[in-house]
């Protein structure tokens, strides 16, 4: 209760000193907006639906586009962690690639996908994949090997082994490189929608864009605070679930 | 005590190893862990193989597990060749090697979700029975890392009696844990052991433990693991690791040991 409430008074001070600067009319009022003007802004695309359909054009793309880049990185991270030619290969690949900003990956998408739904998903799939391969593949071979020892004299081998002994053992790596996978994605997307229009459906990173062809200040910050929200809410309700189990199972909660 | 007239096979011997050598290759080059070793345990024997490091007496516990094959010689338990793990001989390690993503219930639950012929229920069953057998029924539900390291092994007991092994292979299970939950376990493992009737062989470097558990107690000497000496213990039980017999027998075994190791082959 206590950390609630300090962190309710610094974000009450903080919208204070915005209203107080943009009263005094220390900066123009079209590169500072009143926070008034925000929450109005808000409010209209609130009632007219807009938010909501940008935000479901977003994270449709989004969750898409993540869910193919798990389901592909783990088992690639589990066969890299596992064959050795596939490590010398894939592993050197993922590597590279998961340092290439993510944001890079959109020009290529554009010239070959054109502006579709496909160069969206492209892009981020391709922030998702390598870093979960690179997080799987590190945690597969941190596996204690006295747990494989065990689970073989317990009668465990083969798939059941991967799935309930490696998987399972590997699981606070792959949950550090969900949530990586899961900023770079929605960096890229972000950075893509910004970059292109696409016919098909008009997200959050298009409304930001068009805050700022129309000088709509307001419109700009406003579409900045829903997407700061939108990171937190994912925090939550994705990954706090697995660092909590993770948490309370192998005692690491600080 | 007396050294027993050889290595000769009992009639009723459930595990048998015969002449098995194994060799290493390590960074070093081939390394002989294993030379030659000839050994019979009885049904329902407690066996403790005692050494130094590098004597091949954990080597020889996971062949006769099932987790490494002999070089040369042959393993046989139960009159069938050992060629692959069995749940009819469980292990238990010096570390715990619980999960810890599943509480002490699901630990337990593992070795039994793997053997057929039992419904769930019958599972759960068994697990609470075993739980209970070694203790814990207070901590089924307890992650791993919550518990101390005396039930941590308390757990990786019920979970290696769980299937119902008819042999027990334990290498150094106590060597980690400090000398009065040791003590603790001795005595639980030694009423289990006469309760299940399960043959045990443990592996140990504290003569004193092997003497206070072991019906015999057999001696290795290093590179390569060779089997030195045989010695049966003839006290009765329950025994007391600090009592006068188990110290007496442990020094005579430890001058064999140091007779060994200084008259040393080949270090």
């Known amino acids: 209760m206590k ?16 209203h107080w600067a ?16 925000v929450v109005r802004y808000i409010w209209e695309i609130t009632q007219d639906g807009t938010l909501w359909s940008c935000t479901a054009v977003t994270m449709k793309r989004l969750i898409a586009g993540y869910l193919i ?49 496909s160069a969206m998903l492209f892009v981020v799939v391709m922030g998702t994949l390598w870093s979960v391969i690179l997080a799987t593949e590190t945690g597969v071979r941190n596996v204690n090997p006295i747990y494989i020892r065990a689970a073989r004299t317990m009668g465990s081998s083969g798939v059941h082994t991967w799935v309930y002994v490696m998987l399972p053992a590997s699981l606070p790596f792959i949950v550090s490189g969900m949530k990586q996978g899961w900023a770079f994605a929605w960096r890229s997307l972000m950075a893509a929608e910004i970059y292109v229009t696409i016919l098909t459906g008009f997200g959050l990173g298009h409304l930001l864009h068009y805050g700022r062809e129309l000088n709509a200040m307001e419109q700009v910050v406003a579409i900045m605070l829903v997407i700061v929200v939108i990171g937190l809410l994912a925090d939550k309700i994705l990954f706090s679930p697995f660092e909590r189990f993770l948490h309370r199972r192998w005692g690491t909660e600080k | 005590m007396t050294p027993s007239n050889g290595l000769s096979a009992a009639p009723s011997a459930h595990l048998a190893i015969d002449g098995v050598s194994k060799w290493f290759e390590t960074s070093r080059g081939r390394v002989q862990a294993l030379d030659n070793v000839s050994l019979q345990v009885a049904e329902g024997e407690f066996v403790c193989l005692v050494g130094p490091s590098g004597c091949g007496k954990s080597t020889l516990l996971n062949m006769i597990a099932g987790l490494e094959m002999p070089g040369q010689g042959s393993v046989v ?23 810890p993503w ?15 012929g039992l419904n769930d229920a019958e599972r759960r069953e068994v697990a609470e029975h075993y739980l209970k057998l070694v203790g814990l029924e207070k901590f089924m539900h307890a992650s791993i890392h919550e518990l101390s390291g005396g039930m941590k ?31 603790q376990l001795y005595g639980d493992l030694q009423r289990i052991w006469k309760q299940r009737k399960v043959t045990i062989v443990f592996v140990t470097h504290n003569v004193r433990e092997a003497v206070s558990l072991g019906d015999r107690v057999i001696l290795f000497s290093p590179h390569p693991g060779r089997i030195r000496e045989e010695f049966v213990v003839n006290l009765p039980r329950p025994r007391d690791i600090n009592s006068v017999e188990v110290a ?16 040393g082959a080949g270090i």
Request: proline share 7%.
């Open chain 1, 3 to 18: 950390r609630f409430l300090t962190a309710f008074l610094f974000f009450v001070l903080l919208i204070a000193a915005w």
């Open chain 1, 22 to 37: 943009f009263v005094r009319h220390i900066w123009s009022p079209v590169l500072v907006p009143s926070p008034e003007s």
């Open chain 1, 69 to 117: 880049g798990l389901l592909a990185g783990v088992p690639l991270g589990f066969l890299t962690a596992r064959v050795q030619a596939l490590r010398d290969t894939v592993g050197v690949l993922a590597l590279g690639l998961q340092g290439l900003p993510s944001v890079c990956w959109v020009p290529l998408a554009l010239l070959w996908f054109g502006q579709t739904e």
């Open chain 2, 77 to 99: 338990a139960a009159g069938q060749p050992v060629r692959d793990p069995s749940r009819a001989r469980m292990m238990m390690f010096q570390e715990s090697a619980l999960f």
């Open chain 2, 102 to 116: 599943l509480d002490a219930f699901g630990n337990v639950m593992f070795s039994l979700k793997r053997k057929p």
């Open chain 2, 153 to 183: 092994q308390r757990v990786a007991l019920a979970r290696a009696l769980a299937p119902n092994p008819r042999v027990l292979l334990m290498d150094e299970p106590f060597a980690a844990l400090d000398a009065m939950t040791r003590e």
């Open chain 2, 248 to 263: 007496a027998h442990a020094t005579r075994i430890t001058r064999a040991l140091k007779d060994h190791m200084e008259h």
